[in-house]
């Protein structure tokens, strides 16, 4: 689950890449340009980080259901080869994702893509600061916040 | 008799009340001991001839189970549940209505931004469960007692059925409402103190709607539980003490109605009807409760052993709620 909470409405985000590997919407990715495909980053970083997103349309037998609620598994999670839209934030964009590793004493670090796609505590210079978490009718996401480049 | 005659009887007396009836001794009127008397005609014939051609007894049986059970509105369950049924091979979800308001209004400065917050439509898919009740009805059985062996079935498969549903039912919410929860009320005496039932009736009155017929709500308990609500001490007057005198237990707490259930009543292992320790407090529709299909009811005749084997089977139900739903809902661990 990837929520955009205070962003600059005129972003164009990348819609033309396949996921890499089964992943969920929230994860952070690198782009692989040759393959044209997101893909978990080979060690952690925050350098060039994208963050999975795709549209929220019913399909099929699902599609039957009257009411989806947003956190529906068929919104949320891709399959390896299909395509979907990377969102990247700018300064003093603020985000939420439910794809991280955090724990509540780490709130106020700078923070960067795991090699499974969560969101990790930093170990080098990082733009995204976690600020807390989020409550999102019930789910606990962590908020992030882009600031000016930083470490630990 | 002929055919035609048993089959205007099904139709047009309630074969749950006839079996009660025949159970309890009670007198019948004339169309019902008519129709006793053509039902113990024709049973007892089977019984003698150990060959049920139409699988007569297991269909009688399941009329009385669909009357009752699927059909018969139960006061209870339908003030806590959305219910209805679903076809065989059908699935459903429950949505929690109406939606909880998570928007947040920020304090704001003049003219910037403030975080999003967004409503969530929480789909809730159903837990099923599957009962299943078997047993055996000797022909001499049949032969000798004729209709009242199976008045006595029917009546008992019915109340097997609506008990075991009913305990499901409890069993999921009291699994659905963790310790720690604002609607897990801790007791750390055997038995309900005013400060747990003050807390119970509060979360009560905080979240019924009363605009709505039923809405007062409801606490419900083993019976032992509603009598010791019913004399806290301290919390007297005469009146109260007079009620109690009169009724047994009082008959609301704080505005809100109390349901004692009967320790004495089991189900057919031995276990009490609902979990023991506990008391429930209902404010409004916790979930959905469907039937799933119909009960089918089989039979089998086996002539060496003689006797009939019946199987009462695929009475199955799915019980849709999750923790926003049971918010409606609130329980009392006693010690």
Known sequence: MLRDLRVNCAAAPAADFAAGADMATGMAVVKNYTAKEAEFASEATATDIYFVQKARIPVGRDAAMEYHSDYDKMFNEVSEGEFVVLYAYNYDDAFATDAYTLTSGDVGKYVAAGTDGKIVVATGTSKYKFTGFYDDAGHTLARIEVVEPGTN | ???????????????????????????????????????DNHFKAIGKSGHDKDHEIASFVQKVINEEVYNAPDELLDGMFDRGSVGEFDDFESVVMPVKNTLVAHEAA??????????????????????????????????????????????????????????????????????????????????????????????????????????????????????????????????????????????????????????????????????????????????????????????????????????????????????????MCAKIVLA
């Open chain 2, 1 to 39: 008799m002929t055919e035609m005659e048993i089959a205007q009887i099904i139709d047009t007396v309630n074969m749950y009340e006839l079996s009660c009836k025949t159970n309890s001794g009670m007198k019948l009127d004339n169309v019902e001991s008519d129709a006793v008397a053509e039902l």
């Open chain 2, 110 to 327: 003049k003219g910037g931004n403030v975080d999003r917050s967004f409503l969530d439509i929480s789909v809730v898919k159903p837990i099923y469960k599957n009962r299943q009740v078997e047993t055996d009805l000797s022909f001499a059985d049949v032969r000798r007692n004729g209709w009242k062996s199976i008045a006595l079935l029917s009546e008992y498969a019915v109340a097997a059925l609506k008990n075991a549903l009913f305990y499901d039912v409890f069993s999921m919410i009291d699994n659905g409402i963790t310790s720690g929860a604002e609607n897990y009320i801790n007791e750390t005496s055997t038995r309900p103190t005013q400060a747990s039932m003050d807390a119970l009736a509060l979360y009560i009155q905080d979240r019924r709607d009363m605009a709505n017929g039923n809405g007062r709500g409801q606490i419900v308990a083993l019976s032992k539980y509603v009598q010791a609500a019913s004399k806290l001490t301290g919390f007297v007057s005469d009146d109260i003490v007079n009620e109690v005198h009169l009724n047994g237990a009082l008959g609301m707490y704080d505005s809100v109605p109390m349901y004692g259930i009967s320790g004495a009543k089991k189900l057919g292992d031995g276990s009490l009807l609902i979990p023991d320790k506990r008391i429930y407090g209902i404010a409004g529709k916790v979930g959905s409760l469907q039937m799933k299909g119909d009960i089918n009811v089989y039979q089998h005749e086996d002539t060496n052993k003689e006797l009939f084997h019946l199987k009462f089977a695929d009475f199955t139900y799915g019980v849709a709620l999750d923790k926003t739903s049971l918010d």
